[in-house]
């Protein structure tokens, strides 16, 4: 553990880097302490992505999931701002699913509803058949744990300091 | 004495007759041979047979951990050697270092209990022993499947053509001994390839690989084919399909191992359902526990200070150190939200779900909560008590 906590390249500091990044460009502009319900909602959902985004960015391209989260969090962006692209996301995401449909049927016949279940957790799972998608799972937990962790140090520390 | 030269007689002439029917395989095997060859000239007092056949090897301990060929020549020779110097004794004295741990340990020890073999003479016997061991081990093979991605278990067939040859589960450093009933006569001499899990042509290989007949020259690759060769277990079906399915399955179940590890509280869990209900639970705890730590930035943030980030990201990452002055600091600052350890376990099932119109009450309990849920995995290594002592504590607790 200790060996991971001081290597400069592990999932933790990689995380960690780009996660305060976006924090501080997050709270930059709000000097003004808006405390009314609907900035602390807006402020929770940029800091739920930005701990998302900053995660699949530090596992790069080399999981289905994360690439996966890659993809949702563009297309989610695009789509707000331009309505032509929200059609083609869409067509997308109904390839992806239909095609995950049929790997659900192919493969998934031992254990369907729970692997469906686990599809539906895991980003990407959708077009995964079982084998994969348990590799796939056991990374995410793994990246999971590293990303809760790291957002409540970060909080513990915000806290402290303020 | 001269049953034992008989027999000796009769391995040299397999061995002999294997190398002239393996003129096409690689020049790995007839390299192989020869030191048994050598070797089995001074065998001499003990009574072996000399069935040897490759076996796979596996790092043994992870099971997605990279398999190596078959290591050169001075190994195997070491292993005759050791053979050499094995009186042989009871089958059921080498029966039992087989079962799974022993085979563990000893696979890193290059013990000479890791060999099967024949001590008695004879065709025949020398097989249906090996069918009885086999048989035994079945009950342990998938204990020792588990620890190979492929467990790739052969066939031996009692059939009174085939040549002598002695089952030696090779060990050198890396490899585990995984088909320890392995001895077959006539065939087969699986070898697993690096980095052949993924490979779906390993499946169609595979069952080309189980109709052929019995020349093992074909049944040995190239080498650089990856791929896994599949051999029906013994009372089996041999279809393509099922070869397939099993494969399928070793494989799920592998992995299904390792997210037990992964997930708190399932050491004694067996069965797929329950296991993929745990990691369900578990992935969905996660991810909300995720979205409440965010929550919870968000509420405390607008005082955070461009000049931390150094000191956040020394302290994220040096936890140790970092925990204690945080833990410290913590409830030693922070007056509006006032820390009261001992409100909790009861109020928390009462309140909602991170409702934004009410951060402040629902924050500073569920706080203290998870403050004493760190503290209790600091003591510990502090990941791990995050993720798994945390999760799993606060399951019985509250809901979130």
């Not at chain 2, 080309?208 to 690759?221: G, T, Y």
């Not at chain 2, 350890?341 to 203290?368: A, C, D, H």
């Amino acid at each position: 553990m200790d060996l991971q906590n001081l290597n400069p390249s592990s999932l933790k500091s990689r995380f960690t880097a780009r996660f305060l990044r976006a924090l501080t460009e997050i709270n930059a502009p709000k000097t003004i302490s808006s405390s009314s319900p609907r900035e602390i909602f807006q402020r929770y959902r940029r800091i739920k992505v930005a701990a998302d985004k900053s995660m699949a960015y530090s596992v790069r391209s080399r999981r289905i999931w994360s690439r996966a989260t890659l993809w949702r969090l563009r297309t989610r962006s695009r789509s707000r701002r331009l309505v032509s692209f929200g059609r083609r996301a869409s067509v997308k995401t109904r390839t992806t699913a239909s095609h995950g449909k049929e790997n659900k049927e192919h493969h998934g016949a031992v254990l369907g509803v729970q692997a469906e279940e686990l599809r539906e957790l895991v980003p990407g799972g959708e077009a995964m058949d079982l084998c994969n998608l348990l590799d796939e799972t056991a990374h995410y937990i793994k990246c999971l744990t590293t990303q809760g962790f790291c957002v409540y140090m970060g909080g513990l520390l915000c806290e402290g300091c303020c | 004495m001269t049953s034992e030269n008989d027999d000796m007689g009769l391995a040299m002439s397999s061995i002999s007759m294997f190398n002239k029917s393996s003129n096409t395989s690689d020049s790995f095997f007839s390299s192989c041979w020869d030191p048994i060859v050598s070797q089995s000239g001074s065998l001499g007092g003990s009574s072996m047979a000399s069935h040897y056949h490759l076996v796979m090897e596996n790092q043994g301990i992870s099971g997605t951990s990279h398999v190596s060929h078959y290591q050169s020549d001075p190994s195997f020779v070491e292993l005759v050697s050791k053979l050499t110097g094995f009186d042989g004794g009871n089958l059921s004295q080498m029966v039992g270092p087989f079962s799974l741990p022993q085979c563990n340990q000893v696979a890193n020890r290059r013990c000479p209990p890791n060999f099967t073999l024949n001590t008695e003479g004879g065709n025949e016997r020398g097989s249906t022993n090996s069918l009885r061991f086999l048989d035994e081990h079945r009950i342990s093979k998938e204990a020792l499947v588990g620890t190979s991605p492929n467990g790739k278990i052969r066939k031996c067939a009692p059939e009174s053509g085939s040549p002598l040859r002695s089952c030696k589960n090779g060990d050198e450093e890396p490899v585990m001994d995984l088909s320890s009933e392995g001895c077959d006569g006539p065939r087969e001499q699986a070898r697993k390839k690096p980095e052949t899990e993924q490979n779906t042509g390993a499946n169609s290989r595979g069952k080309q690989a189980v109709k052929q007949d019995k020349d093992s020259s074909q049944s040995e690759e190239a080498p650089k084919e990856n791929y896994i060769h599949v051999r029906a277990r013994r009372g089996q079906a041999t279809n393509s399909h099922s070869l397939a399915e099993r494969v399928r399955r070793e494989k799920i179940s592998e992995r299904m191992r390792l997210l037990q590890e992964l997930v708190p509280g399932c050491n004694k869990i067996t069965g797929k359902a329950v296991m993929l209900d745990e990691i369900i639970n578990y992935v969905q705890s996660l991810q909300q526990q995720v979205e409440f730590l965010s929550m919870k930035l968000a509420t405390v943030n607008p005082e955070i200070n461009l000049d931390l980030d150094r000191i956040l990201s020394k302290d994220i990452l040096h936890q140790r150190s970092g925990s204690a002055a945080v833990l410290g600091l913590g409830p030693g600052s922070n007056s509006p939200y006032g820390f009261s350890p001992s409100t909790f376990p009861g109020t928390i099932s009462g309140i909602p779900n991170k409702n934004p119109q009410f951060p402040p009450l629902p924050q500073t309990v569920l706080e203290n909560e998870l403050l004493n849920l760190f503290q209790m995995g600091f003591s510990g290594s502090t990941m791990d008590g995050f993720g798994l002592n945390g999760i799993h504590r606060s399951k019985q607790s509250y809901i979130f």
